[in-house]
T-cell receptor, first 111, second 115 residues
Framework: GENVEQHPSTLSVQEGDSAVIKCTYS??????FPWYKQELGKGPQLIID???NVGEKKDQRIAVTLNKTAKHFSLHITETQPEDSAVYFC??????????WGAGTKLIIKP | DGGITQSPKYLFRKEGQNVTLSCEQN?????MYWYRQDPGQGLRLIYY???????QKGDIAEGYSVSREKKESFPLTVTSAQKNPTAFYLC??????????????FGDGTRLSIL
């Protein structure tokens, strides 16, 4: 079946440094690749997404890169700030139009 | 403001009791979804609905039931058959079930606990 692996499960970085989270998927038919941020006690919120015909997309301090050949996409956060502390999920769209969720990465920003 | 409202935020269930979680959206979205989230884990799909009066089982539907009588409402009932119901339940919607580049929007969840 369709499978998604997300690494690392926990990431601790110094405030101001960069953070990178990687997501590997198995469904070669996937063509939509979102990243969600979930704060404690809240629902996930979309922070950035990319389509399969685009290799990179940037929105201020956040960027997503996609390697369709290798079937992985990554979330990049630069100049991290305390409010970036949260759990981040990748959720590529499967061939049945359902999102396939990774297990999440807890990002900790150290002051 | 458009969005998804889940209620209540916290819910307690006694053994053998059915409980219903509410999900209302005013985004005019066709598709709605229910997910279960356990501590430190990702989201698992319980049920989804692509259109009014239609719904399909997700990966973990046993012990749950849903209805979709109105476009804006998709309540989830956790039945007594669900032996481990303690979890965080999330409702989501999407403009169209087959719109491949449209995101899902989420409510802020209901946390269900067993007394």
């Amino acid at each position: 079946g369709e499978n998604v692996e997300q690494h690392p499960s926990t990431l601790s970085v110094q405030e101001g440094d960069s953070a990178v989270i990687k997501c590997t998927y198995s469904d070669s038919a996937s063509n939509y690749f979102p990243w969600y941020k979930q704060e404690l006690g809240k629902g996930p919120q979309l922070i950035i997404d990319i389509r399969s015909n685009v290799g990179e997309k940037k929105d201020q301090r956040i960027a997503v890169t996609l390697n369709k050949t290798a079937k992985h996409f990554s979330l990049h956060i630069t100049e991290t700030q305390p409010e970036d502390s949260a759990v981040y999920f990748c959720a590529p769209l499967g061939s049945n139009y359902q999102l396939i969720w990774g297990a999440g990465t807890k990002l900790i920003i150290k002051p | 403001d458009g969005g998804i409202t889940q209620s209540p935020k916290y819910l307690f269930r006694k053994e053998g009791q059915n409980v219903t979680l509410s999900c209302e959206q005013n985004l005019n979205h066709d598709a709605m979804y229910w997910y279960r989230q356990d501590p430190g884990q990702g989201l698992r799909l319980i049920y989804y609905s692509q259109i009014v009066n239609d719904f399909q089982k997700g990966d973990i539907a046993e012990g749950y039931s849903v209805s979709r009588e109105k476009k804006e409402s998709f309540p989830l009932t956790v039945t007594s058959a669900q032996k481990n119901p303690t979890a965080f339940y999330l409702c989501a919607s999407r403009i169209s079930p087959t719109a491949s580049i449209q995101p899902q929007h989420f409510g802020d969840g209901t946390r269900l606990s067993i007394l």
